[in-house]
């Protein structure tokens, strides 16, 4: 059993609750810098000179301005554009996710090629490693090359499909309109078993959805954590998605961003609610949704909001259809093997705050009301989740650690 003493500070403001539906926290925006840049391919594979275009939380907005410092650098995403394209073609897109912290590499190679372009997103990451350490250069310290993902548009999907099938190394898969040769990616793609996100459009007229990201979705591997296909209607077309030729107000785009944005923070690690933009309640408000699919390859926990005195936090535990738990404690360890996983919580004050069986929603959901009382400000709570899985009856997943604000 995971039970032990509740939690002293805690125990009399959990409770088991109806979800409820909640949005994002708000997020202050960053300024974002953009450089070019032509790197050596460090590698025996791909382009000579790997073209891409930066984009970066910067001290002030503009070309080739000073990055914003981060003590152990900014979670990095690789883009792979579409056919036709080049990387810096997605200003609007990349400047939208720096703005939330992130450095993104867009890749200018390989217009048309798909071999070459997957050749490429293998060898950018090496030579991302080395503009790490360049010093005295503009990439001094830029990149954290420990939390790297890799997202792509259309043809660039599709190559995030293929690469993530032998991964270089990428935390994490997402893919926009994805161009799905099934000849090409088909036979791979069971092999990805990175997390991996899909967000399509039902008006999208070159990579229908039925075609491309549906088969795509159903032949990608379990996950080591959580796939998703977040599905739009007929207002979100090839283009909007990636926030092409469209204005920056445009819903479908506004919608598309949203979901992308919270996977690069679950992908990433660095937001507590992320998962709540892309399948958790909130994201299921929007009104151009279709569909929601989903499968979790392990538990994940994650918040609505931020704990604070006074407040209602609502959390979620993701699981397959079965057995969902959340397992509460009042500090965070190393993790600690045992026969369901791995404990993440103190054992010392863990206690069981939520549990119930959970159906086609994939989904238990729980709030947590602190009251007014200066005293709580600073405590901590974490939630681990617990439950069944993809290939376990029962397994310890993700934990998310909070402290509470005024």
């Not at 408000?285 to 994940?300: H, I, K, N, W, Y």
Request: hydrophobic share 50%; aromatic share 8%.
């Amino acid at each position: 059993m995971l039970l032990a003493s509740p939690m002293a500070r805690f125990s009399s403001l959990l409770a088991a609750a109806a979800f409820v539906a909640a949005n994002a926290a708000a997020q202050a925006l960053l300024p974002v810098g953009r450089h070019d840049l032509a790197w050596p391919n460090p590698t025996a594979i791909g382009s000579a000179t790997l073209f891409a275009r930066i984009h970066y939380p910067a001290a002030v907005a503009g070309f080739d301005t000073p990055p914003l410092p981060s003590p152990s650098g900014w979670p990095t995403v690789v883009f792979l554009h579409g056919y036709g394209q080049l990387g810096s073609d997605y200003n609007q897109l990349a400047a939208a996710w720096s703005e939330q912290g992130y450095a993104v590499v867009a890749l200018d190679t390989a217009r048309f090629d798909f071999a070459l372009l997957r050749d490429d997103a293998i060898a950018v990451r090496q030579a991302i490693q080395i503009a790490n350490t360049a010093t005295g250069t503009l990439t001094d310290g830029l990149f954290d090359v420990g939390r790297m993902m890799l997202a792509g548009h259309s043809m660039g999907g599709g190559v995030t499909a293929l690469v993530l099938a032998t991964n270089p190394g990428y935390r994490a898969g997402l893919a926009l309109a994805p161009f799905d040769p099934t000849q090409i990616v088909g036979p791979v793609a069971a092999s990805v078993v990175t997390p991996f996100g899909i967000v399509a459009g039902d008006g999208d007229v070159i990579t229908p959805p039925a075609l491309h990201a549906v088969p795509l979705f159903t032949t990608l591997g379990v996950p080591q954590g959580l796939k998703f296909f977040y599905r739009f209607d007929a207002s979100c077309g090839h283009l909007e998605v990636a926030g092409l030729q469209v204005a920056s107000g445009n819903l479908a785009f506004l919608g598309a961003l949203q979901v992308s944005s919270g996977f690069l923070g679950y992908a990433l690690g660095t937001r507590n609610d992320a998962l709540e933009q892309c399948v958790g309640p909130s994201a299921l408000l929007d009104p151009q949704l279709v569909s929601l699919t989903q499968q979790f390859g392990l538990a994940e926990a994650w918040a609505s909001r931020a704990l604070q005195i006074g407040a209602t936090t609502r959390y979620s535990i993701g699981v397959e259809p079965g057995l969902g738990v959340a397992v509460l404690a009042g500090g965070a360890i190393p993790p600690v093997p045992t026969p369901f996983g791995d404990l993440r919580v103190d054992p010392l004050t863990a206690f069981v705050g939520a549990i119930g069986v959970v159906g086609v929603e994939r989904r238990l959901d729980f709030n947590v009301v602190v009251p007014f009382d200066p005293q709580l400000v600073g405590v901590e709570l974490v939630v681990q989740s617990f439950g069944t899985t993809a290939t376990q009856p029962l397994w310890l997943g993700s934990a998310v650690s909070s402290f509470v604000l005024p």
